[in-house]
Nanobody
Framework: QVQLVESGGGLVQAGGSLRLSCAAS????????MGWYRQAPGKERELVAT???????NYLDSVKGRFTISRDNGRSALYLQMDSLKPEDTAVYYC????????WGQGTQVTVSS
């Protein structure tokens, strides 16, 4: 059974940093492209960053140069380092495979104040 548990969100001022973590189980983590998604109020969920099995990564244009995705295959863990945060980064952040599995975690709330 797939289980995804996100953590690390919080309230931060613009320009600040947060590091999100995701613990995955029930899937062959090391064989899957993984990603961080986010959903802001009133908006659709969007894919923010992707990391392939070997470590290559891609980012949404709006977060390039500010966010860094990484993974630890031995721990089935996914991370997102977020620097220079902006109010428009405010959202609930989720981890999932890419393309997404139909099971989602509870997400972690990131709120950036101006």
């Amino acid at each position: 059974q797939v289980q995804l548990v996100e953590s690390g969100g919080g309230l931060v001022q613009a320009g600040g940093s947060l590091r999100l973590s995701c613990a995955a189980s029930g899937l062959i983590f090391e064989m899957l492209p993984m990603g961080w998604y986010r959903q802001a109020p009133g908006k659709e969920r969007e894919l923010v960053a992707t990391i392939l099995q070997g470590g290559a990564s891609n980012y949404l244009d709006s977060v390039k140069g500010r966010f860094t995705i990484s993974r630890d295959n031995g721990r089935s863990a996914l991370y997102l380092q977020m620097d220079s945060l902006k109010p428009e980064d405010t959202a609930v952040y989720y981890c999932n495979r890419v393309p997404s599995h139909n099971v989602w975690g509870q997400g972690t709330q990131v709120t950036v104040s101006s």
